[in-house]
């Protein structure tokens, strides 16, 4: 059974950084296009970022577009979403999911095309 945990949320002041990670067991991550998702209280769920199956396209949510980065780190089985110049709007529960295949950029954004998701790690962005 394929599955994902997430670690790196944490409490950071704007402007301050953090590395979220995607771990997966049960599959390999190369072999999947895997996304961040986030939800912060009394809204609706939003994508993040996506990287694709096998090759290096990436997707970013335009608000983060040039603050975030998503990576895959093959020999650790993991993805990473680094995340610089952090916000107050960016404060959510932070999610990854996975989808078994090559997804295309009208497809990336649509939550319910991932078969596999994490259980989320809090991002708070406070002064």
């Known amino acids: 059974q394929a ?7 944490g409490v950071v002041q704007p402007g301050g950084s953090l590395r979220l990670s995607c771990a997966g067991t049960g ?9 961040w998702f986030r939800q912060a ?3 609706e769920r939003e994508a993040v970022s996506c ?15 040039g ?15 680094q995340m610089t110049n952090l916000k107050p709007e960016d404060t959510a529960v932070y999610f990854c999911a996975a989808h078994d295949g090559r997804l295309y ?3 990336w954004e649509d939550y319910e095309r991932y078969d596999w998701r994490g259980q989320g790690t809090q991002v708070t962005v406070s002064s």
Do not use: C, M
């Open 51 to 65: 990287i694709n199956r096998e090759d290096p396209t990436t997707w970013y949510r335009w608000t983060v577009k």
């Open 67 to 81: 603050r975030f980065t998503i990576s895959r780190d093959s020999a650790k089985n993991t993805v990473y979403l």
């Open 41 to 43: 209280p009394g809204k």
């Open 27 to 35: 599959h390999h991550l190369d072999y999947v296009a895997v996304a």
């Open 105 to 107: 950029t009208y497809q």
């Open 3 to 9: 599955q994902l945990v997430e670690s790196g949320g």
